[in-house]
């Protein structure tokens, strides 16, 4: 997972209006991604971060840049300029991957830059074309690509609907997200997850016009989290709080709780179950090296803390 629970490896589309705050979104996860810290309490895999903003300007990107952070970050990369989907794309990013080969996540800001409309094929086969391409990329090189998208003018209750376009664009990325405005001059939006890989989720976001971040108001997803309907996770919670600390994989943490809970499934709980456990003082966070995913769990204790009172925290990602 590129953001826990949220984004996964594969494409994904983010849809909203024009001028709702997309872009202010979309510029914040690259950042958040890029340094290796949380979305809305959700723990990121920190890596390289490539942002085609095809809409701005350099200049207009370095003031944004500097409206969300002070930090010179590194691991992240801005171009203005790409060539289509059709027209040498794929060998720009892949380009870029090769030299990169720590980076885990695309955004590309907007779909509609970097169409070609072909006259040689109907709309939905148009569709699918375009992002079955770069759903291969994203695939192929395990990494996240989001496409920044419109929404049809017309309201709809299902999210898969509102993206402008056919089926063909929907039904081949693996998660859709929608950023929806109730009002069109209010700071408050829906920001609706769903996808193959993820549970569905609605969250109440709210603009902050000073510091242009989407802060987190509410989860107000039909079926929120829940912890005592879960015996893996109280499990798990058990199992730290007497352990104290766990590094490993999902098949050893198993082995060691001796559940039979498959390691997928066990790997999906924890990712899905993080808010939980850091209110039961367990902190969870993995790391990936080659094809190796290592598991750390580890629990504080109110003791934690002791002797600490007066000292800085200045621990870095």
Partial sequence: MIVAGLIPQGLHILGGAPKVGKSWLTLWLCIQVARGKSVWELSTEQGIVLYLSLEDSFCRIQNRLWDLTDEVIPNIHFSVMADTITGGLVKQIEDFLFEHPDTNFIAIDTLQRVRNVSGDLNAYANDYRDVNVLKTVSDRHRIAILLVHHLRKQGDDDPLNMISGTTGLT???????????????????????????????????????????????????????????????????????????????????????????????????????????????????????????????????????????????????
């Fill in 171 to 317: 039904g081949a990325v693996d998660s859709i997200y929608v950023l929806k405005k109730e009002k069109r001059t209010g700071r408050t939006a829906k920001f609706i997850a769903t996808g193959r890989d993820i549970e569905q989720h609605e969250y109440t976001l709210e603009f902050d016009r000073d510091t242009h971040l989407w802060n987190f108001i509410s989860d107000d997803s039909d079926e929120p989290f829940s912890l005592s309907a879960d015996k893996t996770i109280l499990d798990v919670i058990e199992f730290i709080r007497g352990e104290e600390i766990f590094i490993g994989s999902a098949s050893e943490l198993a082995e060691e709780m001796k559940t039979n809970t498959l390691p997928n499934i066990l790997s999906k709980k924890l990712v899905q179950y993080q808010r939980e456990l850091a209110d039961a003082g367990i902190v969870y966070s993995f790391s990936r090296s080659g094809q190796k995913r290592e598991i750390s769990l580890f629990y504080e204790s109110d003791d934690s803390n002791d002797g600490n009172d007066g000292k800085n925290d200045n621990g870095s990602v």
